[in-house]
């Protein structure tokens, strides 16, 4: 079974003359364990590829299955609960942290695994396991103000896992990562897509950060143009 299943994906904004089609008839798999990139310029509309994906942009044509559910079919399908599967089934990593400022770097992975009823004390085993894996086991109580670029980019990878998705979206998550940083995330996702056999799916502009990869899709005025496979090197 497929992690990822997209067919004839199309996203309209807007209607009448003012109407932008930011992805027009994408259509791809991805397996569980693949890691897949997606290369493309600015207002390609690979941002919206992925929040279609990640059930937070419906889909104006097309469908989309995640894990064997069909949750788009011409638009969303009434009676599925997007919210649960969202929780249950995908991790979301943004190109800002996106942590909560107020809650430690321990705290902001726990608050993902008790909305997914992971009781207290069990949530922080498994958000301290998580974070010492990242090497972060000596910033646990830090807030996020008192943690790098790279290490609080590494608690919203932490928290993104946390309920071990079978799919992970990745919106430029190395932008605001110094070269170094951002090989370290992408290393660390590729390794997370080995040991969880998650699907992981990385929106980037950044050329040099896909070494690696299973795939790459080339995205280009909404369309994908082109795919390559992972003897890519650049
Ligand atoms: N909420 C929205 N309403 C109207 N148009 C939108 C909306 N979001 C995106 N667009 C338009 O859709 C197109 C694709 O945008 P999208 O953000 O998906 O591209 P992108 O490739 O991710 O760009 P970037 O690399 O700059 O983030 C652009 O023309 C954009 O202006």
Redesign the pocket.
Known sequence: MYAIEVEKLTKI??KGETA?T??ADASFQVKPGELVAIL??????????LTSIGLINEPTHGTVVIDGATVADEGWITGIDLKRLRREKLGFIFQHHNLIPFLTALENVMVALEINNLSGQEAKSRATELLESLNLGHRLNNYPTALSGGEAQRVAIARALANKPKVILAD?PTAALDTENGKNVMSLLKSLAVENHSAILV?T?DHRMVEGFDRIFQ?SD?RITGEENSDYNN
Do not use: F, N, R
Not at 40 to 49: A, C, V
């Open positions: 904004y807007g932008v930011a992805i493309g310029p600015s207002g390609s509309g690979k941002t919206t590829l430029e929106v502009h995205v909404g």
